[in-house]
C-alpha cells in the first residue's frame, strides 16, 4: 500500500481488525492489505486496508476518545438499492440510525450514506430547488432517492 499524503487513520480500543474485516466485506474493490503487531506497545496493531481503492490505517490500542460525528464517512450511491445495501450492512449487528443519511456503525465510526447527485441538487443555483430538497432530506433517516429527486424536480406529492 503507498502511503499518501493524507490517509483516514481510525483508532479503535480493541477491534481495528474486526472493523477492517467488516469493511472491506461490505464494500467492493477492497481489501486488508497488512496487519501488524507491535508486542514492544503491548496489544497494539496496525492494519493497513483499502475501501473503494482509498487506503485507511486502523490501530487497536486503549482508547478513551470515542468516534463522534465530527468526522465521517460519506458513501455516494448510484441508485437506492445501492444505498440500501450499505445502509443495511452499516447497521448491522448493533449499529445505529441518525438522521439525513447518517448512520454509526457497531464500531461507533459514523458514515453518510448519500446519492450521488444529493450535493448537485443541493447546490443548484435555483434557490427554489435547492430549498425543496434540503426541506426533504431534513425529515429523513436513510434517503430516499424517488423523494429526493421528487423534491428537487417540484413533482412531490
Not at 3 to 23: G, H, M, N, R, V
Request: net charge negative; glycine share 6%.
Amino acid at each position: 500500500m503507498t502511503i499518501q499524503k493524507i490517509t483516514p487513520f481510525l483508532w479503535y480500543s480493541t477491534e481495528a481488525e474486526e472493523a477492517a474485516t467488516f469493511y472491506t466485506s461490505v464494500f467492493p474493490d477492497s481489501r486488508i492489505v497488512r496487519v501488524t503487531e507491535i508486542p514492544s506497545a503491548g496489544a497494539v496493531g496496525l492494519v493497513e486496508f483499502v475501501l473503494f481503492g482509498q487506503p485507511f490505517i486502523a490501530m487497536s490500542a486503549s482508547r478513551t476518545d470515542p468516534f463522534n460525528h465530527a468526522v465521517s464517512f460519506v458513501v455516494s450511491c448510484a441508485d437506492q438499492a445501492e444505498l440500501d445495501r450499505y445502509w443495511d450492512a452499516l447497521l448491522a449487528d448493533g449499529g445505529s440510525e441518525d438522521s439525513c443519511g447518517w448512520l454509526r456503525d457497531r464500531f461507533g465510526v459514523s458514515w453518510q450514506i448519500v446519492p450521488d447527485d444529493l450535493i448537485p441538487m443541493m447546490a443548484d443555483p435555483d434557490p427554489v430547488k435547492a430549498t425543496r430538497v434540503a426541506g426533504a432530506m431534513m425529515k429523513m433517516v436513510k434517503f430516499d432517492f424517488a423523494a429526493l429527486r421528487a423534491a428537487y424536480s417540484g413533482t412531490a406529492g
